[in-house]
């Protein structure tokens, strides 16, 4: 596939092209005070507030929003219970999810960071698929996707690991864009698929560091 010139960015500087998330007291709670760029790198804490309430961030990607092409961050995170990563492309009205479908590169749940997923949800029914990983993901990382209107094609370190071919499965009503996040267990969201802590014991902060993302368009003829 020939994309067009990438779109990169190397977070050397606040660039103001992500939207911060910012909403500490409502589920998944997530705090712009936790966000931060640092030496090159996007770094995404999360850590137990007040109260010992676990708290995430995230940003999301406001600048480049398409219908189609490719996508892809290298990142790690470090090992913690409550709080798990997801890279993952998320419709550019928010309110048109499922129907506009979500493309998970990477969702990292477990403590250890020893298995990770690829999934897709789309369509008003949230028609679901995912697709499990196994590496060290406290070590540096790239995750990729390329979206067509015929599949999609997730990779992990330059490797296809999943396609999806399903016509129902393949988004195609409107533009993704990419968010970065670090979220907290918050069961009555995520219903256990991020394991809160269970020892009482408070957060000496988790973070996810992303060293660059790359947004390439689809080919002209699409």
Partial sequence: MQWGAPVTENFDTNTGRWYVYNYPKTPPRRSSGLTSIAGGVLRLRGETGPGGVDIGSGVSDRSFHQKYGRW??????????????????????????????????????????????????????????????????????????????????????????????????????????MTLQLDECAPEMYHGFIPCRTDGSASAGVELQVDWVKVYPPPPNL
């Avoid at 995170?77 to 590169?105: H, M, Q, R």
């Fill in 72 to 177: 892809e961050a290298r990142f790690r995170v470090t090992p913690g219970a409550g709080f798990g990563v997801a890279i993952l492309l998320w419709p550019e009205n928010n309110s048109l999810w499922p129907e506009d479908g979500e493309v998970d590169l990477v969702e990292i749940p477990a403590a250890d960071r020893q298995k990770a997923i690829h999934s897709i949800h789309n369509g008003p029914d949230n028609l679901r698929l995912q697709h499990g990983l196994t590496a060290d993901f406290t070590t540096w990382h790239t995750v990729a996707v390329d979206w067509l209107p015929n599949g999609l094609t997730y990779y992990l370190d330059g490797t296809p690991t999943w396609q999806i071919t399903l016509p129902a499965l393949i988004p195609s009503t409107g533009p993704l864009h």
